[in-house]
């Protein structure tokens, strides 16, 4: 069974870090593509960061350029996503999801809706 879970979520105060961590299960990430998303209260869920197959390509959204930085060590089966300069605004759950690509493509995807596979999210809260 086709599962990923989030971890590393937690209460930190503006300025500081956190590294979520995103563990698949029941299949090997190395076909796949990953996301990772955020959800506010009240609003939509936004793409966060991505990161191809290999890991060869990232992509980020504006709002997280320069703090945030996506890897992945497709050994451990494993996803991250380093998050520095933490701001209130980064408040959120937090949920990685996956995106069978095969071995050969080698893109990024940013749309909630192209991913197949989601985790049940971590919360991070940013505040002083």
């Known amino acids: 069974q086709l599962q990923l879970v989030e971890s590393g979520g937690g209460l930190v105060q503006p300025g500081g870090s956190l590294r979520l961590s995103c563990t698949a299960s029941?299949?090997?990430?190395?076909?796949?593509?990953v996301g990772w998303f955020r959800q506010a209260p009240g609003k939509e869920r936004e793409g966060v960061s991505s990161?191809?197959?290999?890991?060869?390509?990232?992509k980020y959204a504006d709002s997280v350029k320069g703090r945030f930085t996506i890897s992945r060590d497709n050994a451990k089966n494993m996803v991250y996503l380093q998050m520095n300069s933490l701001k209130p605004e980064d408040t959120g759950v937090y949920y990685c999801?996956?995106?069978?690509?095969?071995?050969?493509?080698?893109?990024?995807?940013?749309?909630?809706?192209?991913?197949?596979?989601w985790g049940q999210g971590t919360q991070v809260t940013v505040s002083s």
């Open positions: 999801a996956a995106k069978w690509v095969g071995a050969y493509y080698a893109g990024t995807f940013f749309a909630a809706s192209q991913f197949g596979s």
């Open positions: 029941g299949f090997t990430l190395d076909y796949y593509a």
């Open positions: 990161i191809s197959n290999s890991g060869g390509s990232t």
